[in-house]
C-alpha cells in the first residue's frame, strides 16, 4: 500500500482539514475536550457524522475484558484520538492501534491540539485484521 493509498483517504483529508480549521481558530492551549467539542462541531458543519465518546469493548475469547471510549468515530469508519499536550509520546498511538483493534475500524487518527503546529498521525489497521463492512456498520448501530 502506497502513501497515497489507504482506505478512506478522501474522508481522513476532510477531517485534517477540519482539524486545521480548529487548530487555526483556537490556537493551542486548551483542554483537550474543548478541542474535541470543536472539532465535532467542524466536521458535523461540514456534513460528516460524528459520534463522540464512542464505548469500545475489548473481547478476549468470548470474554469481555476491558472496556474505554474512543473520543469520535465518523462515518462509522475513522476513529479520531484528540489529544492537547506538547509532547508527543507513543503510547498515544498504540492507542489508537489498539481502538481499531477492538472496533476493527480500518483508519485511526491521533490529532494533537497542543502544539503550537498542528500534529497529526494517520494509523491504518492491515486488511487481515479487519471485518467486511456490513459487520462494522452493524457494530457502530448497536
Known sequence: ?????????????????????????????????????ALAAELRSRGLRVVQQMPVRVIYKETTVGDYVADMIVEATVLIETKATPEHNAIYGA????????????????VNFGRPRLDVR???????????????EEWMRE
Do not use: W
Open 1 to 37: 500500500m502506497g502513501r497515497e493509498d489507504y482506505p478512506h483517504r478522501e474522508l481522513t483529508r476532510t477531517i485534517i482539514g477540519a482539524a486545521f480549521e480548529v487548530s487555526n481558530t483556537l490556537g493551542c492551549g486548551f483542554l483537550e475536550k474543548v478541542y474535541e467539542n
Open 95 to 110: 492507542q489508537v492501534l489498539n481502538y481499531l483493534k477492538a472496533t476493527q475500524l480500518p483508519v485511526g487518527l491521533l
Open 122 to 136: 494517520r494509523y491504518i489497521l492491515c486488511k487481515r485484521l479487519q471485518r467486511d463492512a456490513d459487520e462494522t
